[in-house]
């Protein structure tokens, strides 16, 4: 019953009908949406090359997006909301990840990023297909992040917007200065 709450949580969450307070405060299920994060995520890269430290940096950039998560909470006088807070944005990351990330394995993706022959990259239909849907998820993915900050920080459309922005630059920047120092790029 806990595990249909919670999914009903989540889905009404990702549907905007209910926000970060209606999460469960269980910092056990926190621990295990952020490993299930940090595998995907680092299965996916290391799918495409990157060598092994690369989940250490994908764990360091997440750290550093709670740890700013729970400054900006304490900031507005909100600690109270960190578990439920980063449990639904972790679920929530989890949730499209296990959708996007099939999607994007059907995608020549080292040809897209390198850009090679970017004149002569012919998608099929299926890849195009699968672009198209990547793309309206990651940006419902990114409504749903704001949504969930605007609630929990209790800020304007704008000041969530900064601050997922703000959460974003610093998962990149951690996760990328640990990737090179432990020489997890490929």
């Known amino acids: 019953m806990r595990l249909r709450g919670f999914l009903a949580s989540l889905f009404d969450l990702c549907r905007f009908r209910r926000g970060p307070e209606d999460m469960p405060w269980a910092p056990g299920l926190l621990v295990a949406l952020l490993a299930g994060c940090v595998v995907i995520q680092s299965a996916f890269e290391a799918h495409y090359g990157a060598k092994p430290a690369i989940v250490v940096a994908v764990l360091a950039g997440w750290l550093a997006v709670l740890g700013l998560l729970k400054i900006l909470l304490r900031g507005r006088g909100k600690p109270e909301r960190f578990v439920q807070t980063a449990t639904a944005l972790a679920s929530v990351t989890l949730l499209f990840d296990i959708i996007v990330y099939p999607l994007a394995l059907l995608l020549p993706l080292q040809q897209i990023l390198a850009r090679e022959a970017a004149a002569d990259l012919a998608l099929s239909g299926a890849q195009t297909l699968a ?33 997922f922005l703000l959460l974003l630059i610093v998962n990149r920047l951690v996760a990328g200065v640990v990737a090179v120092a432990l020489g997890g790029l490929a």
């Open 131 to 163: 672009m198209f849907v990547i793309g309206i998820l990651s940006v419902w993915e990114l409504c749903v992040w704001i949504g969930t900050l605007r609630r929990s920080l209790e800020l304007t459309l704008a000041g969530a917007v900064l601050m």
